[in-house]
């Protein structure tokens, strides 16, 4: 559209709002257009970076009247491509909505601007002495609104829970254009629907979050860091057990060898002399008591055959250092254009799964590296599938498909989730019925067209 002739509807937007940032510059639409999926090739109408509510309000109106949809954007770090506009929609970036509004030190909140990063919502309540706890390797890059939109877990979930945990409040701009303030931070609040809770996880299909109360919490305990090296699949759970069995544990993270090759050969230093098949980056407090229970855990282990070896951080930089590995696998794969699979069961149903899955992936990816790894500690794996340098993407995606779909039954016949925390988006929709059922998904619809009539809210995400 940038090149051809004005759009009249973005006249009108121009008009109605003379101060509003809006860009049709073509390297702004490629950039804004996209998330971390590079599946999609962006095809946005306009980037619109409002500054204040009202804005959002008028830009929704506006997209009600000329019919034009309406995706919602923060840091687009997103794998599930719920933050794509590839088909002339508005991008509606919150990047200029990212200040602190206010802190309550007695309601321990602090209230944002969507568009903050998590990182500086971190940092703000660091500054006050407190913490916001959800934690995830995009810390620097994804915001807010972006982690309400997906409930964004990450790595602490086993101590912490989800972003979903953390919300005393949000303040949402329906598919309609109207202002609905919810939660209102109150600790105890039984008076009906809790609407908040719709928001966080709809993908940007109800509303626009532009504002919201964090809940915060006192400080972690200063920690230590213990890496674990697994002979098995099976020893996994057991190693989980043993430790949480003693230990209150901040973390309890696992990858196989594959993805530390990966990790390493993107500059991250070996941490055994030699290779185990899988590893456990697993976080506790550092008192005196913790580690003996830590030590104990680790000796029994070792007894049972189920640990080979294992290091303790003895330092900040080495607990960094351990944790890079866990956290730079993302990174280190991004250019095989892997496919994405974030699956969760319960855990008392993740040994029969894991046997399942792995045998079922073996034998349906004879010919793709596929690299595990994930939040063990809370039933979740992440699988990244590599595409050979050689494949076409197309043909690629389409082999993946195939076999995500024999995953999905699999994850449906363990009661699991297609998607633990990236969201559905467009990459996990034609899978959303193996986790959801067909009432369950009539009763989304339905919420849908209640808070967003004309449908404008990211169509085309989570369901058609
Ligand atoms: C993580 O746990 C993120 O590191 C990304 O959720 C997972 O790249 C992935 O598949
Ligand atoms: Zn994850």
Redesign the pocket.
């Known amino acids: 559209m940038s090149d051809s002739a004005p759009d009249p509807r973005l006249d009108t937007l121009r008009r109605q709002l003379p101060g509003l940032r809006l860009t049709t510059d073509p390297a702004e639409l490629e950039h804004y257009g996209r998330d971390w999926t590079r599946r999609w090739v962006p095809a946005p109408l306009a980037i619109a970076l409002p500054t204040s509510v009202d804005e959002v309000q008028a830009i929704v109106r506006w997209a009600n009247a000329e019919g034009v949809a309406i995706v919602p954007s923060g840091g687009r770090t997103g794998?599930s491509g719920g933050a794509v506009a590839a088909s002339g929609e508005l991008v509606l970036s919150l990047e200029r909505m990212s200040k602190v509004i206010g802190f309550d030190a007695v309601d321990r909140t602090l209230t944002v601007q969507a568009g903050i990063p998590l990182q500086a919502a971190q940092d703000a309540a660091r500054e006050h002495g407190l913490q916001y706890p959800v934690d995830?390797?995009a810390r620097g890059s994804c915001s807010i609104g972006g982690n309400i939109a997906t409930n964004a877990g990450?790595?602490r979930v086993l101590r912490y829970g989800n972003t979903r945990e953390w919300i005393a409040g949000l303040t949402l701009v329906t598919g309609s254009g109207e202002l609905l303030e919810l939660g209102r931070s109150l600790v105890k609040n039984s008076s009906g629907y809790d609407l908040r809770h719709l928001a966080i996880a709809s993908e940007g299909t109800l509303g626009i979050v532009v504002e919201a109360s964090l809940k915060l919490t006192d400080p972690p305990p200063p920690t230590n860091v213990m890496l674990l090296a697994l002979p098995s699949f099976e020893a996994l759970m057991q190693v989980f057990e043993a430790f949480r069995s003693r230990l209150q544990l901040q973390a309890f993270e696992f990858f196989t060898d594959l993805a530390l090759k990966h990790v390493l050969a993107h500059g991250a230093q070996a941490p055994f002399a030699e290779v185990h098949p899988f590893y456990v980056v697993t976080e506790f407090a550092s008192d005196e008591a913790s580690e003996a229970e830590a030590l104990a855990a680790f000796e029994q282990c070792m007894e049972q055959g189920l640990v080979s070896d294992g290091v303790i951080s003895g330092s900040d930089a080495q607990a960094a250092q351990l944790w890079r590995l866990r956290?730079g696998?993302?990174e280190s794969?991004a250019r095989y254009v892997?496919y994405?699979n974030?699956v969760s069961v319960r855990l008392s149903a993740m040994p029969a799964f894991l046997a399942e899955a792995q045998s079922l992936l073996a034998k349906e990816y004879p010919q793709f590296e596929v690299v595990w790894?994930?939040?063990i500690g809370d039933g979740n794996l992440?699988i990244?599938i590599l595409k050979p340098d050689g494949l076409a993407l197309e043909a690629f995606v389409a082999d993946c498909e195939r076999v995500t779909k024999l995953l999905a039954s699999t994850l449906q016949a363990h009661g699991g989730s297609i998607s633990a925390?990236?969201g559905i988006g467009l990459v996990k929709k034609p899978y959303l019925g193996c986790t959801r059922s067909d009432a369950e998904i009539a009763a989304m619809r339905g919420i849908k067209a209640v808070l967003d009539p004309n449908g404008i809210m990211n169509p085309g995400k989570l369901f058609d």
């Open positions: 794998l995830f390797a990450g790595i956290e696998i993302t794969l892997p994405k974030d790894f994930g939040h992440h990244n925390e990236h």
